[in-house]
């Protein structure tokens, strides 16, 4: 055994410590285009610490949100649920007053928020944009929706089918609160479950699309980073990094839903944020009889793509399935048949981008323009 000094024992120890701090303030950015005069921020609205039933000190959510690459998060602790309220003073608002020094200090937008939690089949809504989490804090289930839309809240239903699965969890109390203006949006996306049906009614009713994590452990625990996964999260549009102007986009649903390598919106905006990511290099090609040309597609965003060839110009084929990993370049095989006319011409192919969905079951669709110059 070889003996250590305590003075290289110190050294050692140091030199952990420093490289452990240098590790925890890496953060990954997640890339993707603003779309016009909007500017794309990334968000995550629901989580949980160790003032209802999650793990980890409000602090702890702003650091580990900053090095996820999020500008958004509120902390929406449960206001029934208090498991831990023997060790844990129940004080409301106290998530919100410890982790904001912390995410001024970081750059990071936080919003006041809370969930209301209640049985089936009412279940869990989200309220952000808060003043005072305390008036929430009734017994009945509609006072407390109604003290968080009085407080100027937007709100939205948490993983609709998480306990009901059987497409029936729409019922009269959601139908009610969306006729009285109480409910915003639906959350489609919750961790690493996405709610087919709430998909559909969020698109019937009109509500804002959102994907959150609803993390209880700590993140590291339950997203690989190293492996490339990311959190679940949602893109909003918004007119400038500002609660005001977040606060609009969702409420005229400017957003699109991000999770489990999915993208879920409405296509005005999920049609421009994915054309703007993938990038033709050369969409000048030749086309000599039947020798394959290839064309370079850049993704320059966060998301993977996945894409099925669905339609081409005639006397063309090209590659019929093609992954589009995040940040890379892919080559993308063009063929003609060797029996097109000589001269160049126009090469349309249209794919659908699979994992990027307008409705359930629907997935965008996405045409690349090349130039072609045919010879036998």
């Known amino acids: 055994m070889i003996k250590q000094t305590p003075f290289k024992v110190f050294i050692v120890l140091l030199t952990c410590l420093a490289s452990g701090a240098a590790v925890s303030q890496t953060r990954i950015e997640i890339p993707f285009p603003d779309i016009g005069e909007y500017k794309t921020v990334t968000a995550d609205l629901h989580m949980?610490?160790?003032?209802?039933?999650?793990?980890?000190?409000?602090?702890?959510?702003?650091?580990?949100?900053?090095?996820?690459?999020?500008?958004?998060?509120?902390?929406?602790?449960?206001?029934?649920?208090?498991?831990?309220?023997?060790?844990?003073?129940?004080?409301?608002?106290?998530?919100?007053?410890?982790?904001?020094?912390?995410?001024?200090?970081?750059?990071?937008?936080?919003?006041?928020?809370?969930?209301?939690?209640?049985?089936?089949?009412?279940?869990?809504?989200?309220?952000?944009?808060?003043?005072?989490?305390?008036?929430?804090?009734?017994?009945?289930?509609?006072?407390?929706v109604k003290a968080a839309f009085d407080q100027g809240a937007f709100l939205w239903w948490n993983h609709p089918e998480w306990k009901r699965k059987d497409g029936k969890a729409w019922c009269e109390i959601q139908q009610e609160y969306l006729d009285l203006g109480?409910?915003?949006?639906?959350?489609?996306?919750?961790?690493?479950?996405?709610?087919?049906?709430?998909?559909?009614?969020?698109?019937?009713?009109?509500?804002?699309?959102?994907?959150n994590t609803d993390v209880h452990d700590p993140i590291d625990e339950v997203y690989d980073y190293a492996s490339g996964e990311h959190r679940t999260m949602t893109l909003i549009f918004a007119k400038e990094p500002t609660q005001e102007a977040v606060k609009e986009a969702l409420l005229q649903r400017r957003t699109v839903a991000f999770g489990m390598n999915m993208l879920i919106g409405r296509e005005e905006w999920l049609r421009p944020l994915i054309e703007k990511s993938i990038v033709v290099e050369n969409p000048d090609i030749r086309l000599a009889g039947k020798t394959p040309a290839y064309v370079a597609l850049r993704n320059g965003c966060a998301a993977s793509f996945d894409l099925k060839l669905e339609e081409h110009t005639g006397g063309i084929t090209a590659t019929e399935n093609l992954s589009v990993p995040a940040g890379k370049t892919v080559a993308m095989r063009v063929q003609g048949d060797g029996n097109t006319p000589q001269g160049a011409a126009p090469v349309e192919l249209t794919y659908a981008v699979t994992n990027a969905l307008l409705a359930p079951g629907t997935p965008l669709k996405i045409k690349f323009a090349l130039n072609a110059s045919f010879s036998q």
């Open 48 to 144: 949980h610490t160790v003032f209802s039933d999650g793990k980890v000190w409000p602090t702890v959510r702003v650091k580990e949100a900053w090095r996820n690459g999020l500008d958004i998060i509120s902390i929406t602790d449960h206001l029934e649920y208090l498991p831990y309220k023997d060790d844990v003073l129940p004080k409301f608002n106290r998530p919100y007053e410890i982790a904001r020094s912390e995410a001024d200090k970081m750059g990071l937008m936080l919003i006041h928020g809370a969930e209301i939690t209640r049985d089936e089949p009412h279940g869990h809504f989200n309220a952000i944009f808060l003043s005072d989490c305390l008036p929430l804090d009734t017994p009945n289930q509609k006072d407390a």
């Open 182 to 211: 109480w409910m915003h949006g639906l959350e489609v996306i919750n961790g690493n479950s996405y709610y087919v049906n709430a998909h559909q009614w969020a698109l019937d009713h009109n509500l804002t699309l959102m994907a």
